[in-house]
């Protein structure tokens, strides 16, 4: 089944960090622009940062600027989120996404692959 598979989630203390990791199931994966987005209690889902296939392109949402780095790994398959000084406002399920069109998409409607979600908690 092509999939995208994520770990790294938890619950931490404000001002903590966690990283994120995210790994397509296929090689086309390498070739595909990645993103994360993530959903609050009681909000819509919202852009967090995207990265593009060869990780020289990035993109982030104003609200996780300089504290966020999106990055590919050495296997273009893999993408990781590095989350630092969190905040209780960055509480939310988290989703690895992939878009095949390999565009720097900021809705998660042009995303095609989506990963299950992992629930990050900042405590303050």
């Known amino acids: 089944q092509v999939q995208l598979v994520e770990s790294g989630g938890g619950s931490v203390q404000a001002g903590g960090s966690l990283r994120l990791s995210c790994a397509g199931s296929e090689r086309s994966f390498s070739t595909y622009t990645m993103g994360w987005f993530r959903q609050a209690p009681g909000k819509e889902r919202e852009f967090v940062a995207a990265?593009?296939?060869?990780?020289?392109?990035?993109s982030y949402a104003d609200s996780v600027k300089g504290r966020f780095t999106i990055s590919r790994g050495y296997a273009k398959n893999m993408m990781y989120l590095q989350m630092n000084r969190l905040k209780p406002e960055d509480t939310a399920i988290y989703y690895c996404?992939?878009?095949?069109?390999?565009?720097?998409?900021?809705?998660?409607?042009?995303?095609?692959?989506w990963g299950q979600g992992t629930q990050v908690t900042i405590s303050s």
């Open positions: 996404a992939a878009d095949s069109s390999a565009r720097m998409a900021t809705r998660d409607i042009w995303y095609d692959y």
């Open positions: 990265v593009s296939w060869s990780g020289a392109t990035t």
